[in-house]
């Protein structure tokens, strides 16, 4: 049972380029996190997926971010004219879904995509 | 909103034992899990607890008491490759069971 892949790994972007990434959670996964881990800081959410919804974004910056879980393909997250800011691991993670009957429904991590703006 | 406090860095030799602390303040508890993290990796999971109590598996366990806001993984028998970053994590009733970290606790074990 393959785990959360996330790629691309590594992503070098200049400031004002687009970055995409992208998430495929592990077979029977239904629930997707995106979380964002800043040198030196712990990791923040930013928002949770299901299949075609946004469950909740609180934890996205207003502008400039988006992201999408669409029926087929992996989720994506999208960050638009980059700045240097944006420079950290951005980490997905899935759970089963609830009616799984699993006992703590922990989240399984992806490798993590590396962004760094220059 | 929700707080998590752990110590920044510890160490500890290799076979000995080592606890490391967490203390978190939260609006609504639904559980608390610990994460093992090696450098440029994933977190791992290690532990769940959700009641008061000693969770055990093998080398590692996690104590939770909800009453005082308090848990701590314990590890045994250390062992060089224990060397790490151990995040601590709470999870609320929203968000849909997101998890909140703290900012992780740095262990060298050394020989």
């Known amino acids: 049972n393959a785990g959360v892949m996330q790629n691309p790994r590594h992503l070098v972007r200049r400031r004002g380029q687009e970055a995409r990434l992208r998430c495929s959670p592990m077979k029977g996964h239904s629930h997707v996190y995106w979380y964002r881990q800043l040198p030196e800081e712990g990791l923040k959410f930013m928002v949770y997926l299901q299949k075609e919804n946004i469950i909740d974004e609180s934890g996205m910056p207003k502008e400039r971010f988006s992201a999408e879980f669409p029926k087929e393909g992996p989720s994506i997250l999208r960050i638009q004219q980059v700045v240097r800011g944006d420079s950290a691991a951005y980490f997905c993670a899935s759970s089963p879904p609830r009616t799984s009957g699993s006992k703590s429904y922990e989240q399984y991590f992806g490798p993590g995509t590396r962004l760094t703006v220059t | ?111």
Request: glycine residues 10%.
């Open chain 2, 1 to 111: 909103g929700q707080n998590i406090d752990q110590p920044t860095e510890m160490t500890a030799t290799e076979g000995a034992i080592v606890q490391i602390n967490c203390t978190y303040q939260t609006s609504g508890f639904n559980g608390l899990f610990w994460y093992q993290q090696h450098a440029g990796e994933a977190p791992t999971f290690l532990s769940y607890n959700v009641l008061d109590g000693l969770e055990e598996k093998g080398r590692f366990s996690s104590f939770l008491s909800r009453s005082k806001g308090y848990s701590y993984l314990l590890l045994k028998e250390l062992q060089m490759k224990d060397s790490a970053s151990y995040l601590c994590a709470v999870r609320g009733f929203t968000s849909g069971y997101a998890l909140n970290f703290g900012k992780g606790t740095s262990l060298l074990v050394t020989p």
